[in-house]
C-alpha cells in the first residue's frame, strides 16, 4: 500500500476529450499539488484516436507516416512520460492518477497500480497476466493494458490505459510500446461481448481507491463531451429559408428538415431541397435520439398527398423525399398515405424519382407491400444504430424487423436504402458488423451520420467522430459492395439524396 491512513482523492471523470486539452489540464493539476494547493486527484478520461510516444519513443515507433497517422484521424504527442508509443481512443479507459507519493517509491506505485487493474480484470471473470520488468497486463498472452508514468517532485502523473471495447485495429499503426510482435487485445473481445465501459470505470474508481487507502469525493461528469469544429455550420441565407417556409405554410405542409432540427436545414433550402413528412408531427414513439414531437396524432388528411404533388412541382423538384413519423395507431401504419402520395407526385408535370423513409408499420408486411406496390424509386428505411442500443435508442423497435424491412423491399427490386448514427456508444466492431447485417439485406445506399443531441432531454452524445473516421467506414461500406455511400459528421438520412442516386 502506499498510504498508511485513509485520505481524501478528488475524483473526476472528464467523459470524452482531446488529448491536447487533457494533458493541459492535468499538468495544471499537477502544479497545484506541487503547491499544495490541492488534494490527491483521480482523473478517469476518455480520448478521441490519438498516438503518444513517450520519453523512449520516436517515429520510428510509427509503422506509417505521421501524415498517414493524421489522415486517419489520429492525432500525434509526443510526451514526458515512460515508454514508447501507444494509442489512446474510442472504447478504452484512461486513468490519471495525480499523487504524492511520500514514500518516494516508484516501483511499489506501479505495482500498485497494475494490481489495480489486475484485480477488476479478475472481477470481470478474466484471468490476468503480469510480466517481470515489463509495466503491463496481458489476458491469454495478449496485452490489455499499458502503464506510462511521470513524476515531478514526487507527484505522479500520466498513468495507464485499459482497452475496454476498444477495437485492436487502431494499434497496427504503431510498434505498442515498443515491441514489434506485441498483440493487442481488449475486455470484450476476451469475453466475446461489449461492456458498459461507465460500469469498468467504477469498479476501476473502487478498486483504486481501497487499494491505495482512499476515501474518495467525486466530481465526475466535470466536463461533458465537446463539440469539435467541424461541427458548426455557416449561417444559412435567410431569404432562402423564409421562401421556403413560406411555401410550405401556404400547402400546409411541414418537412422533417425542421421538426427533427436537422443541421442541414439551411443549405438544404438554399438548394430548393426538402424532405416532406406526412401523417402529421405527433409521433406515438418515444425514441431518445429523435427531436420529433411525441403524443396522441393527428387525424389524417386525405388531400395531403395531392399538397405534397403540388409542393414537388413548385419546387421543380427531380428528386423528391417523403418520410412521416411512426403511426401505431393506425391499421396500416400509414402505408396507404405513402402509396397515395408518391402515386400524386408521379402525376405531376416533371418527371421525377421518389425516395421514401419510411417507418417499420409495426412489422406488417401487407403494409409494406403497399408501399412496394406504388414503386417508390429509392425506398429507405433507417436501421439508426447497432442492435445491443436497439432496447435504448429504439425502444418499440426491433433490429432483425428493420432487416426484415429491408431484405423484403431488396426481394421485389427496389433501390434500398439504409442509415446509422454514430457516437452513441456503439463498438467498432458492432459498427462493422451492421454494415455487413445491412449489405446482406440487399441494401445498396447507406449514410452514416454524427449523433447530435437535439436538447439536453435527449440521449447524450458519447463520442464525436472525426471527419476522418466516417471516410474509413465510407471505405469499409464501399468494399463490401454498397453503391452509394454518404459517410460525415453531418450527413443525415436524406442528405443530397438525389446526388447520391444519380453518382451510383
Not at 211 to 217: D, G, K, M, N, V
Not at 250 to 267: D, I, S, Y
Not at 333 to 353: D, H, L, M, Y
Amino acid at each position: 500500500m502506499i498510504q498508511t491512513s485513509p485520505k481524501i482523492l478528488k475524483v473526476s471523470d472528464w467523459g470524452v476529450l482531446e488529448y491536447g486539452k487533457a494533458l493541459r489540464m492535468q499538468e495544471a493539476i499537477v502544479g497545484k499539488r506541487i503547491a499544495g494547493e490541492a488534494p490527491d486527484h483521480l482523473v478517469t478520461v476518455v480520448h478521441p484516436p490519438v498516438v503518444t510516444l513517450g520519453r523512449s519513443g520516436g517515429l520510428d515507433d510509427l509503422r506509417t507516416s505521421v501524415q498517414s497517422i493524421q489522415e486517419k484521424g489520429i492525432s500525434l504527442y509526443h510526451v514526458d512520460r515512460g515508454g514508447m508509443a501507444t494509442f489512446h481512443g474510442p472504447g478504452q479507459l484512461v486513468a490519471y492518477p495525480i499523487l504524492r507519493l511520500d514514500r518516494k517509491d516508484l516501483h511499489l506505485y506501479v505495482k500498485t497500480l497494475i494490481d489495480a487493474v489486475t484485480a477488476v480484470l479478475r472481477l470481470f471473470g478474466l484471468d490476468p497476466e503480469t510480466k517481470e520488468e515489463k509495466p503491463g497486463v496481458w489476458v491469454n498472452s495478449v496485452k490489455i493494458a499499458s502503464f506510462g508514468i511521470a513524476v515531478r517532485k514526487w507527484i505522479s502523473y500520466h498513468g495507464l490505459a485499459l482497452n475496454v471495447n476498444t477495437d485492436p485495429k487502431w494499434f497496427e499503426w504503431i510498434v505498442p510500446c515498443g515491441e514489434p510482435f506485441e498483440r493487442v487485445t481488449s475486455m470484450a473481445r476476451e469475453l466475446g461481448h461489449p461492456l458498459n465501459l461507465a460500469e469498468v470505470r467504477d469498479v476501476f474508481i473502487k478498486t483504486f481507491c481501497r487499494l491505495f487507502s482512499y476515501t474518495p469525493e467525486f466530481q465526475m461528469n466535470r466536463n461533458p463531451v465537446e463539440r469539435p469544429d467541424w461541427l458548426i455550420r455557416p449561417s444559412p441565407c435567410v431569404e432562402a429559408v423564409d421562401h421556403m417556409e413560406e411555401q410550405l405554410r401556404q400547402l400546409r405542409l411541414a418537412t422533417v428538415c425542421q421538426r427533427a432540427r436537422c443541421p442541414n436545414l439551411g443549405e438544404c433550402f438554399e438548394r430548393g431541397t426538402a424532405t416532406f413528412m406526412i401523417l402529421g408531427g405527433k409521433c406515438t414513439r418515444r425514441c431518445g435520439f429523435c427531436a420529433v414531437d411525441k403524443g396522441i396524432p393527428e387525424v389524417i388528411d386525405p388531400e395531403e398527398p395531392e399538397r405534397v404533388a403540388i409542393a414537388a412541382d413548385r419546387l421543380n423538384l427531380k428528386h423528391v423525399v417523403v418520410t412521416s413519423v411512426t403511426r401505431d395507431d393506425l391499421p396500416d401504419g400509414g402505408a396507404s398515405q405513402f402509396s397515395q402520395t408518391i402515386k400524386e407526385i408521379r402525376k405531376g408535370t416533371n418527371a421525377k424519382r421518389v425516395e421514401v423513409l419510411i417507418p417499420d408499420f409495426g412489422g406488417s408486411l401487407r403494409a409494406l407491400e403497399k408501399v412496394c406496390e406504388a414503386r417508390p424509386d429509392v425506398l429507405n428505411h433507417n436501421l439508426e444504430t447497432v442492435k445491443r442500443l436497439y432496447p435504448k435508442i429504439r425502444p418499440g423497435a426491433q433490429y432483425r424487423r428493420s432487416l426484415g424491412i429491408l431484405e423484403f423491399a431488396s426481394g421485389k427490386g427496389l433501390k434500398v436504402k439504409s442509415g446509422i448514427m454514430l457516437g452513441l456508444g456503439e463498438t467498432e466492431e458492432e459498427v462493422n458488423e451492421t454494415i455487413m447485417d445491412l449489405r446482406r439485406t440487399g441494401c445498396a445506399y447507406l449514410t452514416i451520420g454524427q449523433y447530435l443531441a437535439p436538447s439536453g432531454d435527449h440521449l447524450p452524445v458519447e463520442r464525436y467522430l472525426s471527419p476522418a473516421e466516417f471516410s474509413r467506414w465510407a471505405e469499409t461500406a464501399k468494399t463490401i459492395g454498397f453503391k452509394g455511400v454518404a459517410a460525415a459528421p453531418l450527413v443525415r438520412s436524406s442528405y443530397r439524396a438525389d446526388e447520391m442516386v444519380r453518382e451510383a
